[in-house]
């Protein structure tokens, strides 16, 4: 016994020290060779495709033989399907307003609001704590995909409750916007909750799946950091999300496939070809009922009604 807890700092010390490396090479290989791997996401026909399903979509709209938006996902730059469901909604909706806040962005290129900017002339704010991605982020778009695009804002900064609305004001961002898109691992909830300064049309969360049909959300703490107490315990519960949703005037209308982000509408905008969904009918997937094991670990934890 004596001998092997005398080599756990050292094996700690080695495990970390090989993690740190491979996060450096994963930084250097996407600093200087992120164009290599998404380079084909910027041909002509790429955009050409999407644009004549935007309006093939339209034109479904007139005769009535809209397909359901669960079966329109695709991924061009999002994390998962947001990408399609995203064109999707806004075909219906219209793009009078192409203006996007990304909270949680990274650098801005593997994120909701991408495919938008690169292939349909939005322009907006990302933000995110990260100094490493937002320097990324900055030079990717200065520079592709040709460099006299308009190019979005990026702020590096820690979002709270207390700052949010600051933040946006101070970068020009106010009243109505196309697209909000928040994914922070951790006060998505809250943040979301606090902001009075803009009304998107479209809301993207994350909730956590892991809180199954509990309606729950972990309290507030503006000096979170992942992974926190335990790395399930952040954020709040897709029922109590959706409860959040509705209060702020939002219909939930979808999520990606695993059934985390969940996509709000305005009410007051949403129409016919954009129902309303139920929780349940989102958290079907088998990766849903393997996460929610995770939660008997901190069932007893504290928490508050959503």
């Known amino acids: 016994m004596f001998c092997v807890s005398k080599k756990q700092p050292f094996l700690k010390a080695c495990l970390d020290t090989k993690e740190n490396r491979n996060l450096m090479i994963k930084n250097f290989l996407k600093d200087h060779f992120l164009i290599t791997k998404i380079r084909n996401r910027f041909v002509?026909?790429?955009?050409?495709?999407?644009?004549?399903?935007?309006?093939?979509?339209q034109e479904m709209k007139k005769n009535g033989n809209l397909p359901q938006i669960s079966e329109t996902g695709f991924r061009a730059f999002s994390?998962?399907?947001?990408?399609?469901?995203?064109?999707?909604?806004?075909?219906?909706?219209?793009m009078e307003n192409k203006t996007f806040v990304e909270i949680g962005?990274?650098?801005?290129?593997?994120?909701?609001?991408?495919?938008?900017?690169?292939?349909?002339?939005?322009?907006?704010?990302?933000?995110?704590?990260?100094p490493k991605s937002i320097r990324r982020g900055r030079k990717f778009y200065n520079k592709y995909p040709h460099p006299w695009f308009y190019k979005p804002k990026f702020v590096c900064s820690?979002?709270?409750?207390?700052?949010?609305?600051?933040?946006?004001?101070?970068?020009?961002?106010?009243?109505?916007?196309?697209?909000?898109?928040?994914?922070?691992?951790?006060?998505?909830?809250?943040i979301w909750d606090a902001i009075n300064s803009i009304?998107?049309?479209?809301?993207?969360?994350?909730?956590?799946?892991?809180?199954?049909?509990e309606n729950i959300v972990v309290p507030y703490d503006p000096n979170y950091q992942a992974p926190g107490k335990h790395p399930i315990y952040n954020?709040?519960?897709?029922?109590?999300?959706?409860?959040?949703?509705?209060?702020?005037?939002?219909?939930?209308?979808?999520?990606?496939?695993?059934?985390?982000?969940?996509?709000?509408v305005e009410e007051s905008l949403a129409q016919k070809e954009l129902p309303e969904v139920s929780v349940a009918s989102l958290l079907t997937h088998p990766y849903v009922k393997e996460?929610?094991?995770?939660?008997?670990?901190?069932?007893?934890?504290?928490?508050?009604?959503g």
């Open 44 to 57: 002509p026909s790429v955009q050409i495709a999407q644009r004549q399903l935007f309006l093939n979509y």
């Open 79 to 94: 994390q998962f399907e947001e990408d399609g469901m995203l064109l999707f909604i806004f075909s219906i909706l219209g």
């Open 105 to 130: 962005a990274d650098d801005g290129v593997n994120s909701n609001a991408a495919n938008l900017y690169f292939n349909f002339g939005w322009s907006g704010l990302f933000v995110d704590g990260n």
């Open 158 to 190: 820690k979002v709270t409750r207390e700052n949010v609305n600051e933040l946006l004001a101070s970068a020009g961002i106010q009243g109505e916007i196309g697209l909000l898109s928040i994914d922070i691992d951790g006060n998505d909830y809250w």
């Open 199 to 213: 009304r998107p049309k479209v809301v993207v969360i994350e909730t956590h799946i892991e809180f199954g049909m």
């Open 235 to 264: 954020g709040a519960s897709p029922v109590a999300m959706q409860k959040l949703g509705a209060k702020k005037g939002y219909r939930l209308v979808g999520a990606n496939d695993l059934g985390f982000n969940f996509i709000f």
């Open 291 to 305: 996460r929610c094991k995770m939660f008997e670990e901190i069932k007893d934890w504290e928490y508050v009604r």
